[in-house]
């Protein structure tokens, strides 16, 4: 069975966060569709509000104290990342971009990514459009053609007793989940096994 390894990242500051609650909603919905593909799905969740120290002492000394390096290396040996933030002045959080920032820029290349958003009013959905997209678009990322963005309006069902934010969700993780099908141009590709010299001489030996 192929696997699949998904890095979410949650820019939340409060606890309990909405971000994270979107976050861990796209995830599940994605492991969900990814098993029901035929692959074996591991989910690393990752709160960045828990290494904003580590963040910033990266900016100074330029060195990732080993947390953090310990995140840098999940996120580049990932097959796809789920990445929400709130919205903080029309745009992505100073917490969310100074992760990003500390990242190789080459290291996201061609990786499936999910985008989502939080905030305390519609007006801010733009905010995937107008500051997200143009982000990962920068680092050549995949991205799934659905953003999901929660507001406070969306925790909760409608007349109906539908849950629109539920459909949003399961939309955008049904496009992870086709991104994440296939080879994958942002896995880093297998190493090469080397033989040892006798049984390599044993090959050309037996093709005789």
């Known amino acids: 069975m192929e696997s699949r390894r998904i890095t979410v990242l949650s820019a939340g500051l409060g606890v309990p966060s909405s971000s994270r609650l979107l976050a861990d909603q796209l995830a599940a919905s994605a492991e969900r569709?990814?098993?029901?593909?035929?692959?074996?799905?591991?989910?690393?969740?990752?709160?960045?509000?828990?290494?904003?120290?580590?963040?910033?002492?990266?900016?100074?000394?330029?060195?990732?104290?080993?947390?953090?390096?310990?995140?840098?290396?999940g996120v580049e040996a990932s097959d796809g990342i789920i990445?929400?933030?709130?919205?903080?002045?029309?745009?992505?959080?100073?917490?969310?971009?100074?992760?990003?920032?500390?990242?190789?820029?080459?290291?996201?290349?061609?990786?499936?990514?999910?985008?989502?958003a939080t905030g305390g009013t519609d007006r801010h959905q733009m905010v995937l459009d107008y500051a997200l997209r143009p982000l990962f678009s920068y680092l050549r990322t995949r991205m799934a053609a659905t953003g999901v963005f929660a507001g406070p309006q969306d925790w909760g069902t409608s007349d109906d007793g539908s849950s629109t934010l539920a459909e949003r969700i399961n939309r955008a993780a049904g496009e992870l989940t086709r991104l994440l099908e296939g080879p994958q141009p942002g896995r880093k590709p297998a190493q090469m096994e080397s033989l040892p010299f006798e049984q390599l001489l044993a090959g050309i030996s037996g093709a005789r």
């Open 83 to 116: 990445a929400v933030t709130p919205v903080f002045s029309a745009s992505y959080s100073g917490l969310f971009k100074s992760f990003i920032d500390v990242l190789d820029p080459k290291s996201l290349d061609g990786k499936a990514v999910l985008l989502g």
């Open 33 to 73: 569709q990814l098993g029901a593909a035929g692959y074996a799905v591991t989910v690393d969740i990752v709160e960045l509000r828990d290494l904003a120290v580590d963040i910033a002492n990266n900016f100074v000394t330029g060195y990732a104290a080993p947390r953090l390096a310990e995140v840098i290396a």
